[in-house]
């Protein structure tokens, strides 16, 4: 009764756009879903196998952030913690994606021979982290010192960047008392 009536408008919009997205994954979703059982069935495994697993996620993490981000505009006070899920998703689809780039080039010693195959490339200048250095860096090839660097670089994003909201969410509460 107290919020400004473009809130309402807001709403409707977000649902709208959760509803598209929704509708635009869902037949996605249930492919590699059904596929990956498919495949636990014809290997009489116990669980889905790793690559379906970590494809699910990735299919699953805008349909999952776009409600989570949807949940925020029904209840701003619970943005801090819903960011904290959605950070800790994010962090592992990266880390899934990472793992799966190794998988799929078959082995550590495949990647950094496919990578070292690649054209040089301002690798160490990429967004977000070195954008703004881009004009000092050299193209290069990257090589297994370089691939251990990114490989720690992204395990960093994976465990410092949900810890970080974490952080943020306790101050934030700590705060309101």
Same mark, same amino acid.
């Given at each position: !009764?107290?919020?400004?009536?473009?809130?309402?408008? #807001?709403?409707?919009?977000?649902?709208?756009?959760?509803?598209?997205? #929704?509708?635009?994954? /869902?037949? $996605?979703?249930?492919? =590699?879903?059904?596929?990956?059982?498919?495949?636990?069935?014809? $290997?009489?495994?116990?669980?889905?196998?790793?690559?379906?697993?970590?494809?699910?996620?990735?299919?699953? =993490?805008?349909?999952?952030?776009?409600? &989570?981000?949807y949940f925020i505009f029904l209840s701003p006070i619970s943005a801090f913690?819903?960011?904290?899920?959605?950070? *800790?998703?994010? /962090? &592992?689809?990266? =880390?899934? =994606?990472? $793992?799966?780039?190794?998988?799929?080039?078959? *082995?550590?010693?495949?990647?950094?021979? %496919?990578?070292?195959? %690649?054209?040089? *490339? @301002?690798?160490? *200048?990429?967004? !977000? #982290?070195?954008?703004?250095?881009?004009?000092?860096? @050299? !193209?290069?090839?990257?090589? @297994? @010192?370089? #691939?251990r660097i990114l490989f720690f670089l992204i395990l960093q994003y994976c465990?410092?960047? !949900?810890?970080?909201?974490?952080? &943020?969410? &306790?101050?934030?509460?700590?705060?309101?008392?």
């Open positions: !009764p107290d919020r400004p009536e473009i809130y309402y408008y #807001f709403w409707g919009f977000g649902a709208v756009c959760v509803i598209i997205t #929704f509708f635009v994954l /869902s037949h $996605r979703i249930k492919e =590699f879903y059904n596929h990956a059982i498919h495949i636990r069935e014809e $290997r009489n495994d116990a669980l889905l196998p790793f690559p379906y697993v970590a494809c699910l996620l990735f299919v699953l =993490f805008p349909l999952i952030a776009s409600i &989570l981000k913690t819903i960011d904290f899920i959605i950070k *800790s998703y994010e /962090s &592992l689809v990266l =880390f899934f =994606f990472t $793992r799966l780039l190794i998988l799929y080039l078959g *082995s550590y010693k495949n990647t950094i021979v %496919a990578l070292a195959e %690649a054209p040089p *490339s @301002k690798w160490m *200048s990429s967004p !977000p #982290f070195g954008c703004c250095f881009r004009p000092c860096c @050299k !193209p290069s090839i990257v090589d @297994k @010192k370089a #691939f465990l410092v960047a !949900p810890l970080f909201t974490f952080i &943020l969410m &306790l101050r934030t509460y700590q705060g309101t008392k």
